[in-house]
């Protein structure tokens, strides 16, 4: 099985080392907005580069994994649905929220299945704590505290394609309260604020931030993140 990867950065490069441990994957065919970080990826593992995403589905590639910016997520799982490839997608699936819906409604009507990169699913505590949750071993749930705070910050370019700390860090969050719960959310009240470098508030975004969400079953759930975690990354 071939394997194409669009998006050559750090997660991606990682993503490409994974992929050839895992058995049956035969070989990659990377691309990447900079021409020079999928040459450079591709020739550490010996694999093909090629110059863009229609390049690299023409190869007839049997899988496609999106790791590129966030921006560049959805028209990047649009290609592999049109092309019939299975596609996973490093969150958040897209940069808005009306393109995110429209994505989740071609999926539904398409046999082509699309995954998310959610990990935190597949992490054996929080699958515990769903059986837990959902068997009623722990009485009922009436408040639940999910952060992700990051010790220091990304580097400036990232920033303002990360779609922010809401999508790029509380995402993660904001699924596993789902997944952990079984509820919906009814209603968001969100804030943040800056105290560290300036290209966070250059970028639109913010460098510390918070919010309460109530679910549909009147469960309380309060959601922080940081960029600066002086205590050390803190999930």
Do not use: W
Request: proline share 4%; charged share 20%; hydrophobic share 45%.
């Amino acid at each position: 099985m071939r394997i194409g990867i669009t998006g050559t950065g750090r997660i991606g490069a990682f993503h490409a080392k994974t992929l050839l441990g895992v058995p049956g994957v035969d070989g990659l065919v990377v691309t990447d907005f900079v021409p020079e970080s999928a040459a450079k990826v591709a020739a550490d593992l010996g694999q093909s580069a090629v110059p863009d995403l229609d390049a690299l589905l023409a190869t007839g590639v049997d899988a496609l994994v999106v790791t590129s910016s966030s921006s560049a997520h959805a028209p990047a799982v649009r290609a592999g649905l049109a092309a019939g490839i299975p596609v996973f997608c490093e969150k958040p699936v897209a940069a808005e929220l009306g393109e995110a819906i429209d994505l989740a409604r071609l999926e539904a009507g398409s046999t082509t299945p699309v995954h998310i990169g959610f990990q935190r699913r597949f992490d054996a505590g929080y699958r515990r704590l769903r059986d837990a949750v959902h068997s009623g071993e722990l009485g009922f749930v009436h408040s639940i505290r999910a952060a992700t705070h990051d010790q220091a910050p990304p580097h400036a370019a990232y920033i303002p394609t990360s779609g922010g700390i809401f999508r790029d860090c509380s995402v993660h969050d904001f699924d596993i309260v789902r997944f952990v719960s079984g509820r919906e959310v009814a209603s968001v009240f969100a804030t943040g604020g800056n105290k560290g470098a300036d290209f966070f508030r250059e970028a639109g975004d913010v460098d510390t931030g918070a919010a309460i969400l109530t679910l549909d079953d009147g469960t309380m759930v309060t959601v922080t993140a940081t960029r600066y975690n002086g205590a050390g990354h803190d999930v």
